[in-house]
T-cell receptor, first 112, second 117 residues
Framework: GQNIDQPTEMTATEGAIVQINCTYQ??????LFWYQQHAGEAPTFLSY????GLEEKGRFSSFLSRSKGYSYLLLKELQMKDSASYLC?????????????FGGGTRVLVKP | GAGVSQSPRYKVTKRGQDVALRCDPI?????LYWYRQALGQGPEFLTY????????KSGLPNDRFSAERPEGSISTLTIQRTEQRDSAMYRC???????????????FGPGTRLTVL
């Protein structure tokens, strides 16, 4: 099975940087996803890591260390619209395995 | 093009009734997934299909839950003899499929909010 841990809530100031950590213990691994979910809306895809290292996409970056079972999502130049929940999800290994196991989500509150 | 659509968006039912939740995936997406999401939690996997074949149903809580995708497009999640504990947001997602996409990102629909009285 999979076990995904991430902090419940974080608060940051507009214009600042926030780092959301995610640790996982898995029986198999074939990629880690980050999703953003605004209140009352569907999760939307942010980033994907399958190899160790940093993936950068504009203001958002995601890092993966497979040996440590660790990932983080870095949000730079925070904007008020970044207030949302951020979900870490691990994909099962194997040719048929495609289900995602999600963490509980980290609610980020951006203050002026 | 259109995203994943789900209907109804809201469903209120009485305990003991059967409900059917519909998912219409993104056109061309081979894989379709069902998740359940409690308030303040991440989505919890229920089942998924490649084309019309149900590949994994390990997340279905019990035999009152079933899903089908008979023509490899629209899918229906059915809950029989609903109970209050079944109240949740039920989300559908779709993707191109592992054979066609390395990342095979899943795109989520707006969900059906089920309330069992």
């Amino acid at each position: 099975g999979q076990n995904i841990d991430q902090p419940t809530e974080m608060t940051a100031t507009e214009g600042a940087i926030v780092q959301i950590n995610c640790t996982y213990q898995t029986s198999g691994f074939n990629g880690l996803f980050w999703y953003q979910q605004h209140a009352g809306e569907a999760p939307t895809f942010l980033s994907y890591n399958v190899l160790d290292g940093l993936e950068e996409k504009g203001r958002f970056s995601s890092f993966l260390s497979r040996s440590k079972g660790y990932s983080y999502l870095l949000l730079k130049e925070l904007q008020m619209k970044d207030s949302a929940s951020y979900l870490c999800a691990v994909r099962d290994a194997g040719a048929a395995g495609n289900k995602l196991t999600f963490g509980g989500g980290t609610r980020v509150l951006v203050k002026p | 093009g259109a995203g994943v659509s789900q209907s109804p968006r809201y469903k209120v039912t009485k305990r003991g009734q059967d409900v059917a939740l519909r998912c219409d995936p993104i056109s061309g997406h081979v894989s379709l997934y069902w998740y359940r999401q409690a308030l303040g939690q991440g989505p919890e996997f229920l089942t998924y299909f490649n084309y019309e074949a149900q590949q994994d149903k390990s997340g279905l809580p019990n035999d009152r839950f079933s899903a089908e995708r008979p023509e490899g497009s629209i899918s229906t999640l059915t809950i029989q003899r609903t109970e209050q504990r079944d109240s949740a947001m039920y989300r559908c997602a779709s993707s191109f499929g592992r054979a066609r996409s390395i990342t095979d990102t899943q795109y989520f629909g707006p969900g059906t909010r089920l309330t069992v009285l």
